[in-house]
């Protein structure tokens, strides 16, 4: 442990609670004390993480201005003003931005040792290289959390449901009893064909009115028979065969995986928490999935049910809609 004042800046839109709270731990255990504890962040982002800035004993510095990196130059303004008003001897910038290169700079000219604390996966050598040392921590998910491998897994294609002994039963009856069906009303008809041809021929009645009434009855006795096939139908209808089950429209499935892969890109917003657009489009390059011309804005717009831009009309951060 040393006696030095030291200074933590965080960078709360840049890098994970975990990681804050790691490096409060690690500078602690380093030097003893921290002199000036500060976070900048938004106001969604102070009010989300209230409690952990709390506990940690870290000053929230919200940042009401939208532009793009407001919340960087606020940072830096700050900086400025606390290294002529606090003369600390270590300034610790807890970042993985290479846009505070400058700054760095100009602390180590008002005789500060100058250290960063970056995110495992975030930080580049350009980043690494202005400090006079850097410290790169590792995120860790809190348990159940789904890693990203398994975020960007397609899920498996709905299987159909599946059939009971009782189902295929039922499924075999119905062609079965729609088959014997015509050939009841086929055997009804043959029987009533055999009957009439099997009738003895009446006597030649004396007057015309007799034979009349015979052929009417004769005619009766035919046309009961298929009344008689039909309610053999309705007392015994077949069984309904069950409805396959709904599967996914394949048309939606290309644009499903992309916003799975854009997911897995960003875990922060699985998390509930807020993504500075342009890293929102630095990890979209590296992942293959945005070209370097091409505008994460148009392609984040494409699942506007998913995620949402802030603000509107000139966004520069992003989160997941809740």
Known sequence: MTTDRVMLLIDADNVSVDVMEQAVRLLLNQHGALHVRRAYCTAEGALKNQQVFKRLGIKPMVNLAAGKNSTDIALAVDAIDLVLAERPDVVVIASSDSDFAPLVQRLREKGCVVRGIGQHGKTGDETRDVY???????????????????????????????????????????????????????????????????????????????????????????????????????????????????????????????????????????????????????????????????????????????????????????????
């Open 132 to 322: 006079d040392d850097f410290t790169v921590l590792e995120h860790r998910k809190p348990a159940g959390a789904a890693s990203p491998a398994t975020a960007s897994r397609p899920l498996p294609a709905e299987k159909p449901a599946r059939k009971t002994p009782a189902r295929k039963a039922a499924a075999k009856k119905a062609p079965a009893a729609a088959k014997k069906a015509p050939r009841a009303a086929t055997k009804s008809s043959k029987a009533v064909a055999t009957a009439a041809d099997e009738t003895p021929a009446l006597p030649e009645p004396a007057d015309k009115p007799a034979r009349k009434t015979a052929r009417k009855t004769a005619g009766s006795r035919v046309a009961a028979e298929p009344l008689a096939a039909t309610e053999v139908e309705a007392v015994a209808p077949a069984a309904p065969v069950p409805a396959p089950a709904a599967q996914t429209p394949r048309a939606a499935t290309p644009l499903h995986e992309k916003a799975r892969q854009i997911l897995a890109c960003m875990p922060e917003l699985q998390r509930g928490e807020t993504l500075e657009l342009r890293v929102a489009s630095q990890r979209l390059r590296e992942a293959g999935l945005l070209t370097r011309s091409g505008s994460s804005t148009k392609l984040l717009g494409q699942f506007p049910e998913l995620f949402e831009l802030l603000p509107p009309g000139q966004p520069n951060h992003l989160r997941m809609r809740r």
